[in-house]
């Protein structure tokens, strides 16, 4: 419990002033408060309002107030004390405290080390320079309160540390975590690898399908060019200037088949089989050699010539 210490002389009141008991009445004008009226008339705000029967400070222009002073005037010097200190009452504030003992509230803040206008009834200050403290008064409890307070808020707020097994299951986590990534890293290495050598091995494919086609066609060629020799017809020529050499082409409208370009009904004539297109070159030529020994050129009108 902090004391309020007293310094010189002390400020000491005796007797009792001497006002008078009559009530006065008080018009309230535009910008009128109960603090003004209750100084003007030398008594307090919490005293007009039970004067006047009043449930707060709320007054209007042109209301008649009653107003007691002699009550101010006993209270004024019940409350000054021999050490210069004044014990608040409820409804009190520092602006009508300064009032009372003509200091200002600026005095009576520094004087009692207040941070703010907030008081309590019960409480005593300082209404003298001559007995001003180092230490707060009114707050003191507050201040004490709030720093239990804050050290309560700093002991719950301060981090806890974690457990040795917190610690190693955040630990394990962590490298199940790093072997879980290693492990999808090798798996989309080698889904990459498998992807690469399956489009090796098309490729592969693809070139071996392609020289085998080569092979083929270079393969029909030498045997049309042995036909052709063998008969004395050039039937290369004939198969070049009509299928430009392939074997297994097929007209656009689908009549038209192979080296020489038989029709199905011609070429079932001499002793083919199936369709021309699917037939090998050097049986398309063998079949060409018999429509020839039958009709000569005469089926080729555009190509015959070249035989």
């Not at 080569?214 to 004395?232: D, V």
């Not at 299928?243 to 009549?255: D, E, H, K, R, Y």
Request: a negative charge; one cysteine or more; proline letters at 2%.
């Amino acid at each position: 419990m902090k004391k309020v210490l007293s310094v010189g002389a002390a400020i000491a009141v005796s007797g009792t002033l001497a006002y008078s008991a009559e009530a006065a009445s008080h018009t309230v004008s535009n910008g009128d408060t109960l603090s003004e009226i209750a100084f003007e008339n030398n008594t307090t705000v919490q005293s007009i309002k039970a004067e006047n029967n009043l449930s707060s400070d709320l007054i209007l222009p042109g209301q008649v107030l009653e107003v007691n002073n002699d009550e101010k005037a006993e209270k004024n010097t019940e409350a000054v004390a021999e050490d210069g200190t004044y014990t608040i009452v409820s409804g009190d504030t520092l602006f009508e405290i300064g009032q009372k003992f003509n200091v200002t509230v600026s005095n009576l803040k520094a004087w009692n080390n207040l941070s703010s206008d907030l008081i309590f009834a019960g409480k005593t200050l300082v209404v003298s320079g001559s007995n001003a403290v180092q230490e707060p008064v009114v707050e003191a409890s507050q201040v004490e309160e709030v720093q239990e307070v804050q050290e309560v808020q700093e002991v719950q707020q301060a981090p806890a540390q974690p457990s040795e097994q917190q610690v190693a299951a955040e630990q394990a986590a962590q490298e199940q975590a790093a072997a879980e990534q290693a492990a999808a890293e090798q798996r989309a290495a080698e889904q990459a690898a498998a992807e690469q050598a399956a489009a090796e091995q098309r490729a592969a494919e693809q070139a071996a399908q392609e020289r085998q086609q080569r092979n083929q066609a270079q393969a029909q060629n030498q045997s049309t060019s042995a036909s052709s020799n063998a008969s004395g017809q050039n039937w290369g020529a004939l198969a070049q200037c009509e299928s430009s050499g392939n074997a297994s082409v097929v007209s656009s409208n689908g009549l038209y088949h192979g080296l020489y370009q038989f029709d199905v009904q011609t070429w079932r004539s001499v002793g083919g089989s199936g369709v021309p297109s699917q037939a090998s070159a050097a049986e398309q030529t063998k079949r060409a050699q018999i429509l020839y020994d039958q009709r000569g050129s005469q089926p080729w009108p555009v190509c015959g010539s070249r035989l």
